[in-house]
């Protein structure tokens, strides 16, 4: 054996790094095996590449509309060598801040592809690593085609759309959900045109209706043209371009970005000679402590069931390594964590939507407003936004919410503490809120769902 651990965590992203740190909290022995990067694919290549490219469209969005808040200034000139500079910066703060936590807490790091052995150890290369209570699998998701397409040279997958060398002309998206859009929103804004494709019925199709028909209406704006109810076709890749067909339409553009799923990353894992059980779908078979079939062998983030979220790993991560510690732990309510969006329009939500509760047989009560409603939308510039709140008249309790607009990602936290502390609409309502603010529309939609908006 090259070493021994009381824990080996197989993958450092948001999920694995979370809960190696936490076991060594705990008091483990902790080993970390990583076959790219610390920091795992969101800090590297997806969320926090895709937050720092947003947030440089959110900037120049905010000087063109200068005008507006009665400021002169120029037609800006995006440097996309500096954007991308800016995005590696980022991302060596970040992954660096992972590894000075590693070093912090002692756990050991060891590079290259990490599996599990027929006696419940882990190989890495051609060294064993002893385990002595757990090992914890959070090798995150791999990109997944659509039909009739190959990920490869001008078709590609969203790690790959927020590390382009040079500014694309024209781009395509084949999938309007939360990675599709944010990649539709940066680029549009940034000076790309853009075809945003969605092959069901509307844009952010797990988003409540309403939410999505104002995002839609936002997209538009910023001149992304958005074509839902179509599937792409007819895909062709040459040295320069790709060309498609959708809805008897032919396009033909610099890069095709498919953003319409993921699928677990388990090759070389090694489940199937550790007898690990896995869902028919392929993601791995766990119970709410996060334990696999296999005894010491716990799976977290996109392996598993739940929204494939970096903070849903997270908590993940903490869960299985307090149940290897014998620390008591609970399920997560996955309807209830918090879903972020950040193209422009924002968007956040949690728990049902206002179908999902009608179909639920919840007794619904729906409270909205617009941003415009209070001060502070006026104030921001931005008062097409909306508050949403699902409600079961029963009991007064929240069982959704969803905003669309400036902020919402940070908004919808307060809805989602206030389920979690046993809150209802009710009490949301009741709340004191700062003024002028933005969260004092989420107050008034909670007051409409209770029956006395004031601002409406």
């Avoid at 090259?2 to 740190?21: E, K, L, R, T, W």
């Avoid at 790219?36 to 947030?55: E, F, H, M, Q, T």
């Avoid at 590079?111 to 959070?138: H, M, P, S, W, Y």
């Avoid at 409270?367 to 209070?374: D, T």
Wanted: hydrophobic content about 40%; some cysteine.
């Amino acid at each position: 054996m090259a070493s021994s651990f009381d824990c080996v965590v197989i993958g450092s992203g948001p999920g694995g790094y979370v809960a190696a740190i936490r076991g060594a909290q705990l008091g483990m022995k902790v080993a970390v095996v990583e076959k790219d990067k610390v920091g795992g694919r969101c800090l590297n290549y997806a969320c926090i590449p895709a937050k720092a490219v947003l947030r440089t469209a959110d900037v120049l969005q905010e000087i063109r509309d200068a005008d507006d808040f009665g400021l002169k200034v120029g037609e800006p000139e995006v440097d996309y060598d500096a954007v991308m500079e800016r995005r590696g910066k980022v991302i060596k703060t970040l992954t660096g801040g992972v590894a000075g936590l590693f070093k912090k807490n002692k756990v050991e790091v060891f590079e290259g592809q990490g599996g599990l052995t027929g006696d419940g150890n882990v190989r890495v290369g051609d060294d064993e690593l002893e385990v002595g209570k757990c090992v914890i699998l959070a090798t995150g998701s791999v990109p997944k085609p659509i039909p009739g397409t190959e990920l490869g040279g001008r078709i590609i997958g969203t790690e790959e759309a927020w590390a382009l060398e040079k500014m694309p002309s024209r781009l395509a998206v084949a999938g309007a959900g939360a990675s599709g859009t944010e990649i539709a929103s940066a680029y549009a804004r940034l000076g790309a045109e853009v075809i945003l494709l969605e092959m069901l019925d509307r844009v952010l199709p797990a988003e409540d209706a309403e939410v999505s028909k104002i995002a839609e209406r936002g997209f538009k704006k910023q001149g992304i043209q958005v074509v839902t109810g179509t599937p792409v076709e007819n895909v062709e890749a040459g040295d320069d371009s790709v060309s498609f067909s959708y809805g008897g339409e032919q396009a033909e553009v610099d890069w095709l970005v498919i953003a319409a799923g993921r699928g677990p990353d388990v090759d070389g894992l090694g489940l199937d000679d550790a007898g690990i059980e896995r869902e028919e779908n392929g993601l791995i078979k766990v119970d709410g402590a996060m334990k696999t079939s296999r005894d010491g062998v716990y799976a977290i983030g996109d392996l598993v069931l739940g929204p494939a979220l970096a903070h849903k790993a997270s908590d993940e991560g903490i869960i299985a390594v307090e149940d290897a510690a014998g620390e008591q732990t609970h399920p997560i309510e996955y309807a209830d964590i918090p879903r972020a969006t950040f193209c422009t329009p924002n968007v956040g939500s949690f728990g049902l939507t206002e179908e999902q509760a009608k179909e639920n047989g919840h007794d619904v009560v729906v409270g909205k407003l617009q941003y415009g409603a209070v001060g502070a939308g006026t104030v921001y510039g931005d008062r097409t936004g909306m508050i949403k709140i699902i409600g079961d008249q029963k009991y007064g309790e929240l069982i959704g919410g969803h905003i669309v607009g400036t902020r919402a990602t940070e908004l919808i936290q307060e809805l989602v503490n206030a389920k979690a502390l046993e809150g209802g609409y009710s009490e949301v309502a009741r709340i004191i809120h700062g003024h002028p603010t933005l969260s004092e529309a989420v107050m008034e939609a909670a007051r409409a769902a209770d029956g006395w908006l004031i601002h409406g």
